[in-house]
C-alpha cells in the first residue's frame, strides 16, 4: 500500500537495493501491483558481440517485477522467472521495464515485464513471486 506520500514498501526495498542502483537502475513509479523501472545500457554491459548482454536486460526486468510484487507491502521474492529477448541492445539505449500484475493468490504471484527502448519492445519476462516471513 501507498502512504500519503506516495512511497511503498517496494521505494523502501530499492533504497536497500545496492545491486541494482550500481547499475544505475532508477525507480520510476511502484505501486497497486505495478513498476516502472529504467537503465541506460553503458559500454561495461556489452557482451563479445557488441550488443548488450541478456544477463543486464534480465537484471532490469527482475527489478521491476521486484518493485511490482513488494509494492504490496509483505517481503516478496523471485520463485523463478524466464525471459526473451526479442531485439538486440546497444550502448546508450535507454531500456525502460513495466511491470504488471497478472495474478496473486494467497502467498503466490505471477508478474508480466516488458522492456522497451523508443517505443519498441526489446524483451518480454515473466516472474513467479513467493511471498516470505521475515525472521
Known amino acids: 500500500m501507498a502512504g500519503d506520500d506516495g512511497r511503498t514498501a517496494a521505494h523502501d526495498m530499492f533504497d536497500a537495493d545496492v545491486a541494482s542502483k550500481g547499475l544505475g537502475i532508477e525507480l520510476v513509479s ?23 548482454h541478456g544477463g543486464f536486460v534480465f537484471l532490469l526486468a527482475d527489478t521491476a517485477f521486484a518493485l511490482a510484487c513488494n509494492s504490496h ?20 539505449d535507454l531500456l525502460e521495464a513495466r511491470a504488471t500484475e497478472r495474478v496473486r493468490h494467497g502467498r503466490s504471484g ?24 521475515r525472521d
Open 30 to 52: 511502484a505501486g497497486d501491483g505495478a513498476a516502472v523501472a529504467r537503465m541506460r545500457v553503458t559500454a561495461a554491459m556489452l557482451n563479445g558481440h557488441a550488443i548488450g
Open 73 to 92: 507491502g509483505p517481503a516478496t521474492v523471485a520463485a523463478g522467472g524466464e525471459i526473451s529477448f526479442l531485439r538486440p541492445v546497444r550502448e546508450g
Open 110 to 133: 505471477i508478474y508480466d515485464v516488458t522492456v522497451w527502448r523508443d517505443g519498441e519492445v526489446v524483451a518480454e519476462f515473466r516472474g513467479r513471486s513467493r511471498t516470505i516471513a
